[in-house]
């Protein structure tokens, strides 16, 4: 039998209820907050959100060289790349309330 009895495993269903509740609220919270990320001293910044979807790009003026493409292209991966990065931490840092530091496939 369970420790507790039928109310023991009743408190049990409860709390994982309230678990799942928690979790899917985080869930969302994740999927809603905007990150930035930049590169070259702040010349590109990249906004991103939780589902990892570009909101925003700006571009300093002063990196625009028609004759150096490559380098902006170089400095817009960078700054999504960092973005990408945060989005990543934060997510981690915030289920890992919910599992204990386990890494736990399809939470996010």
């Known amino acids: 039998m369970f420790p507790g009895g039928k109310k023991g495993i009743q408190d049990l269903m409860k709390q994982a209820q309230k678990m799942q ?10 999927s809603n907050m905007v990150v930035e ?3 070259g001293g702040g010349m590109v910044k990249v906004k991103m959100n939780g589902k990892n979807q570009v909101l925003a790009v700006k571009i300093d003026p002063e990196v625009i060289d028609p004759d150096d493409v490559e380098m902006l292209e170089d400095l817009i991966i960078a700054a999504i790349n960092e973005a990408q990065e945060k989005i990543t931490r934060t997510t981690e840092n915030e289920m890992s309330k919910f599992t204990g530091g386990l890494n736990l496939p399809g939470l996010v």
């Open 21 to 30: 509740k928690d979790l899917a609220k985080a869930q969302e919270e994740l």
């Open 37 to 39: 990320g930049s590169s």
